[in-house]
Structure formats: C-alpha cells, structure tokens
C-alpha cells in the first residue's frame, strides 16, 4: 500500500496538492515560510458533533522541497495510517 499524490487546478494563485490512499482524498501539503508541510482529514473522536465528521491534523515534520514530503509520508506510511484514523468520505 502506497499514498499517490495528484496536483490539482490552481485557484488564487496557489496549486493544491492531494496525498490519496486508495484512490481517496486523505491530506495535502501546504507550503508556508519556506517549508512543506503535511496535512491529513482524521475522522473527529467526538462523533456528537453534526457539522463535520472529520478534522485537518497537521503532522510535526516538514520538509524544504515538495518531493522530501512525498517521500517522507510514504517512508511512514505504516506509523501514519496506525496512529490516524483517515477519512475517507465512506462510512466506518
């Protein structure tokens, strides 16, 4: 099992930039003050809530290029998909 990366339109002068998992949305990276950050939908622990059933967690690492995170979240792929629950848009 890998994560696949897509590179969507740009809108506002900025490009997105997915991680998938299973042909499935699960993060992106953003790029802020020089480094690459990376970014993951994780289903939300409290379930009471009816607005969103998932939230944006942030991991700690960063990277100076693009490439360095892609590598780094398949590198982990293991840790990242044992301690997150990704969402997925399908249902539990």
């Known amino acids: 099992m890998r994560f696949t990366f897509k590179t969507t ?29 990376i970014k993951f939908m994780v289903v939300k622990a409290d379930l009471n809530t009816t607005n969103c059933r998932w939230i944006w967690t942030t991991l700690r690492h960063s990277a100076k290029t693009l490439d360095e ?24």
């Open 9 to 37: 339109c740009e809108r506002w002068h900025e490009t997105s930039y997915e991680i998938k998992l299973r042909r499935k949305v699960v993060g992106g990276f953003t790029y802020s003050s020089g480094v690459w950050k």
């Open 69 to 92: 995170a892609k590598l780094f979240v398949n590198d982990n792929i293991t840790a990242i998909t044992s301690k997150l629950t990704l969402f997925t848009g399908e249902p539990s």
